[in-house]
């Protein structure tokens, strides 16, 4: 017997608008005004500005003003690419660039939504018949069932930060909420076109991060039509077209390069090289990283997505469960296989864990829908409240001990009121306080409001970071002054620049500094820019000897938030 007994009235579906609305403030904040931060986000934006403005080699070879960073595949930086050249004259490089996300975002989430649709109308989905009617239009349910896996989704923690960064990782998450979208089209009715698509959503994950995740998921989806009875031999043709067809959107990239060998190198090799390292034996590091980060990183999706595989036990073979855990159990195999585990390997489990949890809420006892509800509140209004506080304490100087506590964090920085973000960030938060009182005072009985608060909750906070806290983040997190400093320390004429620094350092002192950078393949140059820590001694602190050279040091600064890092530009004399 199915688990599921539950009443019209509670599948009333959320009104379009307030999706919509949801869903652009959970993308837009941060997408003006946003300087690229410290690591991937301003590595990434500087492998898009190199294309913007290089030529077809940097196409085909990513690199970063001349470091090479072929590995991970270009599609993500292509796009962001093409942003900068269409957008970019709005309001600068970096908003062209981030304008993609929308897009990406945009994919990810629908790609839920219909998923969750599709499999919430079937008939193995569908809740029991009440004695006196009642029950639920397939429509209906679906539509409920998918608003809720998208606020789950929005809701979760490890989403946030990674999906308005500029990097392959946002796309590479909303192309495999594609994927399954398309995985579960095609095991409802597996013919030519499905599997056609479903080899477009492949290629483009393979130009994203790489085969490997694309290699495994397609097993696991064979391994789902074997369970589900579906023909062996015609879904091997299937799934055969799709993998040629991923294989040729990839060879529109790597044929070209190893054609055309773009400074003097094809990019497959690197690309596979670094493929191979995605995968070793699983370690106890990785076990450890999985559940420790894991737990908060899956919030609220794994509770409601662990339950819904409890609840539906006894139901054999439905489609709604089947597809979305074998991804589940694919991606998590992966991510323990990892040998270098970081939350990049646990974002892909984001969408089908999202989609198994909206069916967990069809089962979820009252009493625990109101204590997650309950926790969402008190947690994030805290967080909220703090937030303000914060704000508050550094623009006027009380509290004393907290404004001291919180400019500590950020010394040098001097506050301003900015009051287009003031004005944001209180809608926004008179917004969750109205969202509050609905849920408190009317107690709807729709599917959905058991994760109403946690989305909106989180989409709060952001919002708040983004408004009220951004000048103080773009000050401790971007290289923008160290690049000014470096500029105007350069001497007269049109050196070029050898240097260690770090990717996201290197393309933020391109970017801002305009820093005439050694290319791909380039090793001798008058100047050397040196990045090492002053409180770990190690080789980088040694200059490199060639021929003799000497060196005078012209420059030696960093960024005033950290104490540790430290760069020094030297030019050579001998």
């Known amino acids: 017997m199915k688990p599921v007994r539950l009443p019209a009235a509670a599948t009333l ?23 690229p931060w410290k690591n991937d986000d301003a590595a990434s934006f500087g492998i898009m500005w190199t294309m913007a403005h290089g030529g077809l080699n940097d196409w085909l070879w990513p690199n970063i003003a001349g470091m090479s960073m072929p590995e991970e595949g270009p599609l993500a930086f292509w796009l962001g690419a093409i942003f900068i050249k269409l957008f970019g ?12 996300t929308i897009g990406i975002f945009a994919i990810g989430t629908l790609s839920v939504w219909y998923t969750a649709f ?21 429509n209906d349910f679906g539509r409920t069932l998918a608003d809720a896996a998208v606020l789950i989704y929005l809701g979760c923690l490890g989403l946030l930060a990674h999906s308005h960064d500029i990097t392959a990782e946002a796309l590479y998450v909303s192309l495999l909420a594609y994927l399954l979208y398309r995985a579960v089209r095609y095991v409802e009715l597996a013919s030519l076109r499905n599997a056609a698509l479903l080899g477009l959503a492949l290629g483009g994950l393979t130009l ?34 799709a993998v040629l067809i991923g294989a040729a959107l990839t060879l529109l990239w790597l044929l070209p390069g190893e054609l055309l060998q773009p400074y003097g190198h094809s990019p497959l090799h690197a690309w596979m090289q670094w493929n191979y390292q995605q995968l070793s034996l699983p370690n106890v590091k990785s076990l450890q990283f999985f559940f420790r980060v894991g737990i908060w990183f899956f919030w609220p999706a794994w509770p409601f997505a ?42 892909p489990l984001l969408p089908p864990l999202a989609v198994m949890a909206a069916f967990g809420l069809l089962t979820m006892k009252r009493g625990a829908i109101n204590a997650i509800d309950w926790f969402s509140v008190m947690v994030l209004t805290i967080c909220a409240g703090a937030l303000w506080l914060f704000w508050f304490a550094i623009l006027t100087g009380w509290p004393p001990k907290l404004a001291h506590n919180a400019l500590k964090l950020v010394p040098g920085f001097k506050p301003e009121l900015d009051l287009i973000g003031f004005f944001v960030a209180a809608a926004a938060t008179a917004g969750w306080v109205a969202l509050v009182h609905w849920r408190i005072s009317r107690q709807p009985a729709v599917l959905w409001r058991a994760v109403v608060l946690s989305s909106g909750g ?13 000048q ?12 000014h400093q470096i500029s105007m320390s350069l001497p007269p004429g049109n050196a070029c620049i050898n240097t260690n620094a770090g990717a996201a350092q290197r393309a933020s002192f391109a970017y801002y500094g305009r820093l005439p950078f050694a290319t791909v393949g380039q090793r001798h140059c008058e100047l050397l820019l040196v990045q090492d820590s002053v409180k770990v001694h190690d080789n980088k602190e040694i200059l490199p000897d060639h021929n003799d050279a000497e060196w005078t040091k012209l420059w030696e600064g960093r960024r005033i938030t950290d104490d540790a890092e430290r760069f020094r530009l030297y030019q050579r004399t001998k």
Request: glycine residues 8%; charged residues 15%; aromatic residues 10%.
């Open 472 to 483: 103080e983040l773009n000050y401790s997190k971007s290289y923008a002054g160290v690049a």
């Open 13 to 35: 579906a959320l009104p379009r608008w307030a999706l919509f609305a949801l869903g652009l403030l959970y993308i837009l904040p941060g997408l003006i005004g946003r300087e």
């Open 118 to 138: 599709n499999l919430g109308r079937r008939g193995d989905a569908q809740p029991l018949r009440l004695a006196f009617g009642g029950q639920p239009e397939p």
């Open 458 to 470: 989180l989409i709060l906070i952001w919002v708040l970071m983004m408004t009220l806290f951004l």
């Open 89 to 100: 004259w709005i309001d600068g490089e970096v908003f062209g660039a981030r304008t993609s």
């Open 208 to 241: 994203t991060r790489g085969w490997v995740t694309p290699v495994a998921l397609t097993i696991a989806l064979f391994l789902c039509t074997l369970f589900l009875r579906l023909p062996p031999l015609r879904t091997l043709r299937h799934l055969a077209l």
């Open 306 to 347: 662990a339950w819904a595989v409890y609840a539906w036990r006894r139901q054999h073979h439905v489609l709604h469960i089947v597809v979305p855990l074998t991804f589940v159990a694919m991606l998590a195999i992966l991510a323990l296989c990892h040998p270098d585990p970081d939350q990049s390997q646990l974002l």
